[in-house]
């Protein structure tokens, strides 16, 4: 029956798609975040409703005049270096081809489905249409995981989607930490009384589910989170206290054995999980040493890598040539792209904060816009210092959840300054003798 239902659903959205593009990249964005036919268990699991989607907005994109110029700022212009980037990088990869090319395949469709998202969405109504798809998508899983860790007493670990980049327990911690930020802008600008509780309940179960994906990393996340949100929310004290006292409770709440879990972060050295980190990214630092420009390709988790370029003095450690992948955003962007490739990376992060400080000091007092653009922009701060956190522990590099945040900061630029430009074209000093003499 779910099989059944879930088809019906995603294939009765395809003439949808096909008249108006923009219900496509609203549809992608839910697809490709929170696979729902993940959770089917005949036909439809295996289904490509990626692809189909996929297929029909480009096809209605091309034709459509819902499309909008490529928005060319800062921001864009180190996204597509990126993107092309890494595609150079790909000629000079240590990896099979097959591989290689399967990898930056899978890169290339989020990517190029980001940027046509970026060409078709303009507006307050528009852009708080794809917050509130990205954050449920994956926000479904936090509150189903919230829900379940309070029922159990957080005796075991919330899952992502299968099949997804948030399917492991960290990975999920980690962007429900990042998606956090947005629930509260939601609850801020949300109007109606039954929603805003249904947020705050949001907020907390998501808390939980963080938690109770025993994610260490996670947990460093959610505290620098937490921190940068009460700086920047609306009422800076209000909002610290009650953060850290959601957050305390929900700490004393798990058990012993997630106490003692969380304790080997002052112990790593003790731990076999974050000492295999520290191997790994030894690992990736000689490679890039050795390889600084192009770096080793797409996918360096592999025997052939380690056996060139791990340390010695962890060799006794781990028998067998075993392989790890960089469980990190920083030494996975420069194992396979080089100092370059990091170097865009990080850059790319950059623009993006300045830009978000920049529109929001801009729009504060103005009328059409202070009531919700230097809010968003300032979440979307909160949740880049909450993904540089947390990242520096999971190889995340290429999720498609954080270019979505990187997509709201291009979208309400782009929507400012399209406005801009229609509102000069009309003032009365560009206007026709005729009508500027008009009283």
């Not at 469980?327 to 792209?337: C, D, K, R, T, V």
């Not at 210092?385 to 590099?397: D, N, Y």
């Amino acid at each position: 029956m779910r099989d059944i239902l879930l088809t019906v659903i995603i294939v009765g959205l395809l003439p949808f798609i096909l008249r108006s593009p923009r219900i496509g990249a609203y549809v992608w964005a839910w697809i490709s975040l929170m696979i729902p036919h993940r959770a089917a268990f005949g036909f439809a699991r295996t289904m490509p409703f990626a692809q189909m989607v996929a297929l029909a907005t480009l096809v209605s994109f091309l034709f459509s005049r819902e499309r909008r110029p490529f928005p060319v700022n800062s921001i864009t212009v180190t996204y597509v270096g990126l993107m092309l980037w890494m595609s150079f990088t790909s000629f000079f990869a240590i990896n099979t081809w097959d591989v290689v090319f399967d990898r930056w395949l899978f890169v290339l469709k989020i990517h190029v489905m980001m940027y046509v998202t970026l060409m078709l969405l303009r507006g307050r109504e528009q852009i708080e249409r794809l917050i509130w798809v990205v954050t449920l998508s994956i926000g479904f899983y936090g509150i189903k995981g919230g829900v379940w860790t309070v029922l159990t007493g957080g005796g075991g670990r919330v899952w992502g989607p299968s099949g997804g980049m948030a399917y492991e327990n960290n990975a999920l911690g980690l962007a429900l930490v990042v998606l956090l930020p947005f629930f509260y802008y939601l609850h801020q600008v949300s109007i109606r009384r039954v929603l805003r509780l249904s947020l705050v309940f949001c907020i907390v179960a998501i808390t939980f589910s963080i938690l109770g994906s025993q994610s260490r990393g996670a947990l460093l996340a959610l505290a620098g989170m937490a921190v940068f949100l009460g700086f920047k929310s609306n009422r800076p004290a209000l909002t610290t206290t009650l953060l850290a006292c959601c957050v305390a409770a929900a700490v004393l709440f798990m058990p012993d054995s997630w106490t003692g879990r969380m304790k080997t972060i002052e112990n790593y050295d003790e731990d076999v999980s974050a000492m295999s980190r520290i191997y790994t990214w030894k690992t990736m630092w000689a490679l890039a040493l050795d390889r600084p420009i192009v770096g080793g390709g797409f996918v360096v988790n592999t025997r052939t890598v380690f056996a060139i370029y791990a340390p010695a003095e962890g060799a006794g450690a781990y028998k067998g040539g075993q392989s790890f992948v960089a469980h990190s955003i920083y030494f996975q962007m420069l194992g396979e792209h080089g100092f370059p490739g990091l170097g865009l990376f990080l850059l790319l992060g950059f623009t993006t904060w300045r830009r978000a400080a920049r529109i929001a000091s801009q729009t504060k007092d103005q009328r059409e816009y202070g009531l919700w653009v230097p809010l968003l922009m300032r979440m979307v701060q909160v949740s880049l210092a909450g993904f540089a956190v947390g990242g520096a522990f999971l190889s995340l590099a290429h999720f498609d959840l954080i270019y979505y945040i990187i997509s709201f900061v291009v979208l309400v630029d782009a929507t400012l300054r399209e406005q801009n430009t229609a509102a000069s074209a009309t003032s009365p000093s560009q206007a026709s003798p005729a009508i500027a003499s008009t009283p």
